[in-house]
């Protein structure tokens, strides 16, 4: 079963500089970005379709295509699905008092003409959000998201189309059926292992947690570290990649006290995380999407061929 709409982001909206974050790692198996589109099997309640999206449009008058192809005979119910693409790709948010704030702001401003349409790419959950940032906990970036690619080939719902496999995140379930033995298996520590099983017991049995985008970003960040093996950096990174906060900012992240502080700020060495958060007071409410600008800065002069390559 196939079906067909358009997306009309809110302008300015670059569908490229918005996607390159996808194009990190070789071995992303979710997120795809091919040939100027962006693939994602996804599912909204029991129904799983491939989305395929295409950018038709221009930066000052944006329009996305998108076609939905199923493994079901049934009519898909598009609506789920496209609320959670307008999220993953931010497609929503006014860019526009954000760029009033940036062009005051002596370092961002340069970087929001450069940029123009960037947004903040989200996971369509909170629980994927999560398992991502614990996986990242400590660790080499490509060696987490190698992690992450077999665990997705292992328990996600997958697809063949067209002489090609596609991978659905796995469900919570998932997570909290696995034993220890077995999630040691995936080259996890005993605290990650654990940690994982704990998220997949907490989102799978506990509703309310399904219901955090209604509280604060402070009401959250508690709701989600009173769990095991979550600490205030994995709750920041998936208030802003998980719910898509534009003020969430972990100023504990290593591309915050070493890459931002050193690249952008001229440091010497790395600041410290209060001095950070100190410093990023300025961007409220808008701490996400400016640290977005910032390590699309910092990939560009770096060298990467697409913004947004930096660790994160």
């Given amino acids: 079963m196939t079906h067909s709409f358009e997306i009309i982001p809110r302008p300015p909206y670059s569908f490229d500089f918005t996607v390159a974050r996808f194009m990190r790692f070789a ?7 091919e040939d100027g589109q962006y693939r994602r099997l996804l599912a909204a309640g029991r129904q799983l379709a491939l989305a395929v999206v295409t950018n038709v449009g221009t930066v ?18 598009h609506a789920g699905f496209e609320t959670q693409l307008r999220h993953i790709l931010c497609t929503d948010l006014d860019l526009r008092p954000f760029y009033r704030m940036a062009r005051k702001d002596g370092m961002l401003a340069p970087m929001v003409s450069r940029f123009r349409g960037l ?19 400590q660790v080499n970036l490509t060696f987490a ?3 992450k690619q077999a665990l997705v080939e292992s328990f996600g719902r ?14 919570p379930r998932r997570f909290a059926a696995q034993t220890m033995e077995a999630m040691r298996g995936f080259r996890l520590s005993n605290a990650k292992a654990a940690t994982l099983i704990r998220l997949g017991e907490a989102f799978a049995s506990d509703p309310t947690l399904r219901g955090l985008a209604a509280l604060s970003d402070e009401q959250v960040v508690e709701r989600l570290t009173a769990i095991k093996g979550i600490g205030r950096w994995s709750a920041e990174i998936a208030l802003m990649r998980g719910l898509g906060r534009p003020d969430t900012f972990p100023a504990g992240d290593l591309g915050v006290v070493k890459y931002v502080a050193q690249g952008l700020l001229g440091k010497t060495g790395k600041a410290t995380e209060d001095e950070m958060r100190a410093f990023a007071e300025r961007w409220r409410p808008y701490r996400a999407l400016a640290l977005a600008y910032c390590y699309a800065e910092l990939a560009v002069r770096r060298g990467a061929s697409t913004p947004g390559t930096v660790a994160e």
């Fill in 158 to 171: 997958s697809w063949r189309r067209q002489g090609r496999t596609y991978h659905a995140f796995p469900e």
């Fill in 145 to 147: 998201y190698s992690i």
């Fill in 119 to 137: 947004r903040v790419t989200a996971s369509p959950t909170l629980f994927e959000a999560l398992v991502t940032a614990v996986l990242s906990q």
């Fill in 27 to 33: 071995g992303e198996n979710v997120d795809l970005v």
């Fill in 60 to 77: 000052a008058r944006p329009r996305l295509t998108v076609v939905l192809d199923s493994p079901s005979r049934a009519p898909l119910e």
